[in-house]
């Protein structure tokens, strides 16, 4: 699976972006994605993940709220909506693709097989 990712940017504390991950190469709806960030001297961390039918869904608690991750298998993509951005959430946004699977949702790094490049997204105060 080859991952696309777009849609970061710089953006006011308090605004909104929305960021897309398009997916190629394999059955899009095989896999439950996922959204990691990693801020500069931080670990990378699992924002927010969503199972192959969308119907199992898991956020972090830091943006309960105000993330809200989507796919739309048809088009072989993911989003995810941010609103109310803090100056805390500036990171790389990474998507992530992990081959669908029985039981809950992978929370971590290892969970996932594939990875898209990155998009930055800063929030300034």
């Known amino acids: 699976v080859q991952l696309q990712a777009s849609g970061g940017g710089l953006v006011q504390a308090g605004g909104s972006l929305r960021l897309s991950c398009a997916a190629s190469?394999?059955?899009?709806?095989?896999?439950?994605m996922a959204w990691f960030r990693q801020a500069p001297g931080k670990e990378r961390e699992i924002v927010t993940a969503?199972?192959?039918?969308?119907?199992?869904?898991y956020y972090a608690d830091s943006v309960k709220g105000r993330f809200t991750i989507s796919r739309d298998n048809a088009k072989n993509t993911v989003y995810l909506q941010m609103n109310s951005l803090l100056p805390e959430d500036t990171a790389v946004y990474y998507c992530?693709?992990?081959?669908?699977?029985?039981?809950?949702?992978?929370?971590?790094?290892?969970?996932?097989?594939?990875w898209g490049q990155g998009t930055q997204v800063t929030v300034s105060s």
């Open positions: 992530a693709a992990g081959r669908a699977h029985m039981g809950p949702l992978r929370l971590g790094i290892t969970g996932y097989d594939y």
């Open positions: 190469g394999r059955t899009f709806s095989a896999y439950d």
């Open positions: 969503i199972n192959w039918s969308g119907g199992s869904i």
